[in-house]
Each structure stands twice: as C-alpha cells, then as structure tokens.
C-alpha cells in the first residue's frame, strides 16, 4: 500500500531543527511521504538566525503546483511563508480547494526572537489564510498578535481559551493554541474543536532542547491527518509525538543554543 503524502510550504533551516527539515523528519517518522514547497532559506543554528533569504512568490507557486501535480496529496501544512504575497498566494489555493486539510502553523518570529513577517503579512494571515485553514496551530505570542491583543497578554489558561475563540470565528475548524510558553510544570495546549473544548496536558520536560517544536507539532497534525484521522485525534496524537521528541532529545548536546529534538525516537529509554 502506498503511504499518504503531505506537503509543507514552509522555509529552510540550515541547522535542521525547524522548518522544512522538521517537517520532513517527522513526516518520515510518522510513515508519512513528505514533500515540500521552499519559501525561505533561512541562514541559522540553535543560537541565532544570521540571514533570510526569501523565495520569489511565483516560484514558490511552481513549486506547490509541481507537487500536486504528480502526486495525491491528503494534507497540508504551512510554516515559514516569508512575505505577504507568498501568504496571499497560499490562501488562494486554499480557498480553490487545491490544499486539503491545510494546517496552519502561523510562524511570526523565530525561536531566537528575530521578526519573520511585519503587520501587513499579520493581517495577511487574519483576514486571507486563516479563514482557509482546517487546523491552525499558534503559540501564545501568535495567537495574542493574530487577535489583536499585547504581546505577553495570554498568560493562563482562560485567556488561552479566549484567544482560540476568536481564532475559531474567523471560520477555522479546530484552533491549537499552544501553551508551551507558558511556564510552570505542565505544558498545556487548548484545542477548540468545533465548538468543543479539549485540554492537551503533558508534563514539562527540563531542557534547553526545544527548537523545532512547533513546526514538528503542526507537521505531526498533518502527518494523522494524512492517515485519517480527525483533528481533535491528531492533535493528541501529534501532542504524544512531540513530548515524546522533546524527552528523548533532553540530553542532548547539540549546538550551544536550543537544541533540536529526537524526531525518530533515538533515545526512547527517556521517551515516556
């Protein structure tokens, strides 16, 4: 039997731990067949991102187009989409049809902190590409400037879930908002679904190894939805992948920033 195929537009990073490389990691580990879209090359490490150099929304375009051409694709997620056009574009196909079960990982920022977009690709995303996305998944920084709150403004649980509300008005069928930064022992993610609220809790894990996690939670959604399943069952499932990753990589020693995570369970002595 021929396994499903998901694609991911999304940008390049030269260190491996997010990005198009995460993507395709994971899709591999979750015996998905990944294809891609580049919109970025991104020059960065675990410390620092040194350079961007952003696709040609045309080109990105041929790209999209020369995969879903040759093969069947059953899901797709978006990460790093560079510029306003790029994001336009996307939303485009999305609203035709042409990008099925679309995940929606809204990266504004990268891990270390440098601006990947400015406020017309912010509202690119609010009014353009939301409305088409089947899964979107923000971390609270996202999901407060894609509501119209201040940074740092989501900082519990009740306003986590306030925010996947008004995300969730905007038409998309389930919001994952991540709770990641939140701090404290836990690591809880809010998925509105439908309507129907669920709490994804898992403990959190000491280490400095997190870059990546993000692009890998979207692309794990991505990867289930591929396989099936519906989106309250691929977040779970997708929640599970990542701890698991995040756990086996804890120990790890890799660059002198945030490290990546163990993508194909190298480590599974640590996994839970």
Known sequence: MDPPVALSIAGSDSGAGAGIQADLKTFAALGVFGTCAITALTAQNTAAVLGVARTATDFVELQIQAV????????????????????????RKAAAGELPNLVVDPVLVSS???????????????????????????????????????????????????????????????????????????????VLCRGELAILDARRTATANDHGTGCSLSSAIAARLAWGDDPLEAARKAKSYVTRAIRGASGWRLGAGHGPLDHFGWNPDQAP
């Open 68 to 91: 879903l051409a040759d093969f069947r694709v059953a899901a797709v997620k978006t990460g790093m989409l560079a510029t306003t056009e790029t994001i336009a574009m996307v939303a």
């Open 112 to 190: 270390s902190g440098t601006p990947l977009l400015d406020s017309a690709g912010v509202n690119a995303y609010r009014e353009l590409l939301l409305p088409n996305a089947f899964v979107a998944t923000p971390n609270l920084y996202e999901a407060a400037l894609l509501t119209g709150r201040s940074a740092g403004s989501i900082t519990d649980m009740r306003t986590m879930r306030q925010a996947a509300e008004d995300l969730a008005s905007l038409g998309i069928a389930t919001v994952v908002v991540k709770g990641g930064h939140l701090g404290g022992s836990e690591a809880p993610d809010i």
